[in-house]
């Protein structure tokens, strides 16, 4: 017995109890804590799911049975082999439900507005969020499209049977930790839950509220600011996922571009004043951060008090990015690399599976609640996915009148304002009643002072993404592949392919909405002026296949060159890890040295690519006055001439950069954000476009710094409005540094050698349930938010949540890693397995030898099915 596991656990009980006092949650609406901690059926009574090793079994469902070979395994997979399909997703949902029952359940109910039914009143403001997401309605609407006699259907069936299953069977000993203590007991899952999970992966990797504080800024601002701050394509150029020279086709047409306007507000809608409207986006911005967050919010951050040692810094929860490339060796093998960035946590946001059933063999990781595998290979083909980031979410301020309550304006008529009446049960209240309003371009999400403001996307209207992994799994072919990708609408992803044939490419298709007029990077005039017309066709939606370059890339940056003809977003990744990613790749492909160790290379690189940029100008600033600066900033100037831009933890040179370019991009804008009284209200510190709220510089703004710094230093936008201060680069590059020396001193003492990047800069993997003692770590850590090897801020509980290479030659050879492990269960040694691997930069072989030869079927001539 560990006694230090029972400790921890303990600790853990008691902070869920004391939950309820720091949410305001009464105790009378969590389990009774006799029964909680009662010796036989409490917490203490609870048993872990099994662990490694391999069992064969004969399932029989309505009069059917399929031999079935289970195999766990301690590198963060379970290995299912049937001789029928329909077995191999039943036992998927049952093993699902058995190690990830708590945290599939938490999902699910999250995104379909019912957490509070089990949370209680803290979390009311993330359900009446997710209501206004119509979740209940689309979910529904999907499971009401399926064809009942698709493939799809037949997974997702038998999958729900196997998490029904396995509730069935639960007794005191087996439910989940958390479920005790709240009291409760999971009812029947059902195909909608599945389809919430869906809806919440989809609106992470989609939902966007940069036009609100975008509105803002083109109100408070004159239009050559607008011009300077914000250009429409980057200022400082960033390699596009799908250049026009690696695919002409998609720019031979006539999109919608050019009859857009990019500076300027759109017409406010009559009898609205300036300042009613910024105060009504003030409202709106309001209800997307409280409401989106709210979960997060109420329940992890004050579990985890005091994780940021530098005040100005914050966890990044929501600007995930990813890295993904495919490249051809000399010899015509197509390789592959993943690494999507998600939030690491215990247990890990994914399940490692390998399915195996007649013409099927997937290997790969999934989304607990999700039947299939998400991101992986199979005999034949091999795919990846970062964030797209295109703009599929847009707003609209409706006009409306006293004279016509509940009435608003559109295409020359008044109209009601649709309403949905919800009742959310919350625990400890009762039903609470919430109306969603909705008019003819999305849901209402603000109306103040008769100033009504609506979001529309994309993911409100019925689609399957999770078809495209289903048909993903048993793909053999790039047409078969791509039957798959036509089902992926929303959520819009770089999808790289690579295939046993030597085919690579990357795809982003899906729902990108086309309007023919006004600002789309705003809030447009909701009068139907500014409607949806439809969407980019297919054939000139973003795609490159077999490039001449022999391989392709794509890290969230900027999707296309500045000829693309249709309007897509302009708020992108600033680019650095891709252009970190096309160097090496570049490199290793002119070497001809396209291996799985220079990929391995790669995917662990810790160059900032932004000291390529910023710190030759830097060392010139300093070079320059060192006969003014003090013995300790001499020290540090030394330390930053020496160094490759490497972001090791062992680095004193990393961590003075980090918090000198920090302080230049703050020093830069922050007095004309202050000059043009741009408010927290109105985004500052929190959106990209307005300094968002960590060091990784994502958006625009320090693509602008990165063009001023090389090219226009004396550019009128270092000065400083405020005090009238005429200021270039070097004067500002100077202040930062003076600023980042004492900021050091006070935080790390007055000896730079100390310094050291690893002492500040820390990974950990939060505990998904918010609870800090069954958390993971923290650990010493390389790299930052612009390394490929991202760990996004100093106390990082994001980066590569996933790592995956593979030679499509010979697919059995490939590898990967996901950190956590299995299983939720805090004791179980599947909890947390497969962190030191991924921590150190090691991998798996993902179908390692000796495993029962059901699981080489397709890859070996002689392996067989069970039975």
């Given at each position: 017995m560990n006694i230090s596991l029972y400790i921890k656990l303990g600790l853990a009980v008691i902070c869920l109890l004391l939950v309820a006092i720091l949410l305001s949650v009464p105790i009378s609406i969590l389990a009774p804590l006799g029964q909680v901690l009662n010796p036989g059926t409490g917490v203490w009574n609870s048993v872990p799911p099994p662990g490694v090793g391999c069992h064969s079994s004969v399932l029989t469902i309505n009069d059917s049975s399929a031999a079935i070979v289970v195999c766990v395994t301690p590198d963060g997979f379970i290995r299912i082999a049937s001789n029928e399909t329909w077995a191999v997703f039943y036992e998927e949902g049952y093993l699902t439900a058995e190690y990830r029952l708590a945290q599939m359940y938490f999902m699910a109910m999250m995104t379909m507005g019912n957490l509070s039914s089990v949370v209680g009143p803290s979390v009311l403001p993330?359900?009446?969020?997710?209501?206004?997401?119509?979740?209940?309605?689309?979910?529904?609407?999907?499971?009401?499209?399926?064809?009942?006699?698709?493939?799809?259907?037949?997974?997702?069936?038998?999958?729900?049977?196997?998490?029904?299953?396995?509730?069935?069977?639960?007794?005191?000993?087996?439910?989940?930790?958390?479920?005790?203590?709240?009291?409760?007991?999971?009812?029947?899952?059902?195909m909608e839950d599945?389809?919430?999970i869906q809806q919440?992966?989809?609106?992470?990797?989609?939902?966007?509220?940069?036009?609100?504080?975008?509105?803002?800024?083109?109100?408070?601002m004159p239009k050559q600011v607008i011009y300077a701050f914000y250009p429409a394509y980057p200022s400082s150029i960033q390699y596009p996922v799908y250049p026009e020279e690696w695919n002409l086709g998609i720019y031979n047409t006539t999109g919608n571009i050019k009859g857009l306007s990019f500076y300027s507000p759109n017409p406010l809608p009559p009898g609205i004043t300036k300042q009613e409207f910024i105060e009504a986006i003030d409202k709106a911005i309001a209800f997307y951060e409280e409401s989106d967050t709210a979960f997060r919010d109420s329940v992890v951050s004050k579990l985890l008090p005091g994780i940021n040692p530098f005040e100005h810094f914050v966890i990044g929860l929501s600007d995930e990015g990813s890295n993904n490339w495919v490249a051809l060796s000399p010899s015509g093998q197509a390789f592959l690399a993943n690494d999507p960035h998600l939030t690491t946590t215990v247990p890990s946001i994914w399940i490692g599976f390998q399915l195996v059933g007649p013409g099927m063999n997937v290997i790969g990781v999934d989304f607990p609640g999700v039947p299939g595998v998400i991101l992986g290979h199979n005999p034949f083909i091999a795919w990846g996915a970062t964030d797209a980031e295109p703009q599929v979410v847009y707003?609209?301020?409706?006009?409306?009148?006293?004279?016509?309550?509940?009435?608003?304006?559109?295409?020359?008529?008044?109209?009601?304002f649709e309403v949905v009446q919800e009742k959310i049960y919350v625990k400890g209240v009762g039903y609470v009643p919430y109306n969603v309003y909705l008019a003819r371009n999305g849901v209402v999400i603000a109306n103040y002072s008769g100033v009504v403001i609506v979001m529309n996307w994309t993911g409100m209207y019925p689609t399957d993404e999770g078809a495209t992994f289903l048909y993903f799994d048993i793909a053999q072919n790039?047409?078969?592949?791509?039957k798959g990708l036509s089902y992926f609408k929303v959520g819009i992803q770089n999808f790289a392919y690579a295939d046993r044939y030597g085919n690579i490419g990357i795809f982003a298709w899906g729902l990108y909405p086309i309007v023919m007029g006004g600002d789309p990077r705003a809030v447009m005039l909701g009068n139907g002026s500014y409607d949806w017309v439809g969407f980019i066709p297919t054939q000139y939606q973003?795609?490159?296949?077999?490039?001449?370059?022999?391989?392709a890339l794509s890290a969230n940056e900027i999707l296309v060159s500045p000829n693309y003809p249709y309007y897509v977003g302009w708020v992108f990744e600033s680019g650095f890890r891709a252009d970190e990613i096309y160097t090496l790749l570049s490199q290793f492909e002119a070497q001809g040295n396209i291996t799985y160790s220079s990929m391995e290379t790669i995917q662990l690189n810790v160059h900032d690519y932004t000291t390529n940029l910023f710190l030759q100008p830097l060392l010139n600033a300093l070079s320059t006055h060192l006969n003014k600066l003090s013995p300790i900033e001499v020290q540090a100037y030394e330390l930053l001439k020496d160094w490759d831009g490497d972001f090791t933890p062992n680095s004193v040179a990393a961590t003075i950069y980090y918090f000198w370019l920090w302080n230049y991009l703050n020093d830069t804008f922050m007095p004309w954000f202050q000059y043009y009284n741009i408010t927290p209200a109105d985004g500052l510190g929190e959106f990209s476009i307005f300094l968002g709220p960590d060091a990784i510089f994502h958006g625009p703004?320090?693509?602008?710094?990165?063009?001023?710094?090389?090219?226009?230093?004396?550019?009128?936008?270092?000065?400083?409005?405020?005090?009238?201060?005429?200021?270039?680069?070097?004067?500002?590059?100077?202040?930062?540094?003076?600023?980042t020396i004492s900021e050091l001193m006070s935080k790390l003492g007055p000896n730079p050698s100390t310094w050291y990047w690893g002492r500040i800069h820390e990974r950990i993997l939060t505990s998904f349930f918010g609870i800090n003692q069954l958390s993971v770590g923290p650990f010493p850590a390389p790299g930052d938010g612009n390394t490929i090897n991202a760990a996004y801020g100093l106390l990082s509980n994001e980066g590569p949540s996933w790592r995956l290479i593979v030679d499509m030659a010979n697919p059995l050879s490939g590898i990967g890693v996901y950190p956590g492990g299995i299983s939720e269960y805090p004791l179980s040694?599947?909890?947390?397995?497969?962190?030191?691997?991924?921590?150190n930069g090691q991998y798996y072989t993902l179908i390692p030898p000796g495993l029962p030869q059901y699981f080489y079927y397709l890859y070996l001539p002689n392996a067989t099915l069970p039975g």
């Open positions: 993330s359900d009446e969020f997710f209501r206004t997401l119509l979740t209940p309605q689309v979910t529904q609407e999907i499971v009401d499209s399926l064809n009942k006699s698709s493939f799809t259907y037949e997974a997702l069936y038998y999958y729900t049977l196997g998490v029904n299953a396995y509730i069935e069977s639960l007794t005191s000993q087996r439910m989940p930790i958390i479920f005790k203590v709240l009291g409760f007991r999971p009812l029947p899952w059902t599945t389809f919430a919440l992966l989809t609106w992470s990797l989609s939902g966007s509220a940069d036009q609100l504080p975008f509105t803002v800024a083109l109100l408070k707003y609209y301020v409706e006009v409306t009148s006293p004279n016509h309550p509940g009435e608003y304006y559109y295409d020359g008529s008044w109209m009601p790039l047409t078969e592949f791509l973003p795609y490159v296949l077999n490039p001449p370059s022999h391989f703004l320090i693509l602008d710094l990165a063009n001023w710094t090389n090219n226009y230093p004396d550019i009128v936008w270092f000065n400083d409005p405020v005090t009238g201060q005429s200021r270039n680069a070097t004067i500002v590059m100077l202040l930062a540094f003076n600023q040694p599947l909890y947390n397995d497969t962190t030191a691997y991924w921590l």
